[in-house]
């Protein structure tokens, strides 16, 4: 269909740009989503060890970049600055903690699968909420009308699909924020 061939246009897109060759497994549909809201993403994660997530960017260095980089991250346990209060209470925005207690939150940290992959680990799936392990559940609202071949520019008064394909996809494979 068309809308297939717009998705495998934005994952060639990608593809083009990143190094790593891994596949990743992806539910993609059309469904009713919140008004004004194009696409949404749902990533799979795995809690890993933020020494041995370290250790295997290191590992995994290839550029000048990925070497500073590696350089730049803290021994760990992580220290960083939240706005989680150190004992039970209300969250304030306005409020600071460093947050330096050696918990969880210090010793490991949510990646997506695409990542494990792409660092060369084994992700780890829930085999009962995700038989088919796949990477993320990509959605696509059913409310606009899409231009799913952008090769002759969009249609006038539609979305086009293929770059909204790509931002999408691009969650799925760790670009969060």
Partial sequence: ???RAGFEAAAALLARNIRDPI???LDVRFAALAPGVLGSAQSTTNSVNYTGLAGLLAADRRS???KLAVASLQAGPLTFVTNEPPVTGPIN???R????NNTV???FIQINTAQVKALGA???YNATTNPGQRDGLIEFSSSFTWDFDRSNGITPGAFDFVGVAAHEIGHVLG???
């Fill in 1 to 3: 269909t068309a809308a």
């Fill in 23 to 25: 596949t990743i497994r």
């Fill in 64 to 66: 000048d970049f990925d």
């Fill in 93 to 95: 925005a306005t409020t």
């Fill in 97 to 100: 903690f460093i947050d330096n």
């Fill in 105 to 107: 939150d210090n010793n």
């Fill in 122 to 124: 084994n992700p780890v």
């Fill in 175 to 177: 670009f969060r924020s």
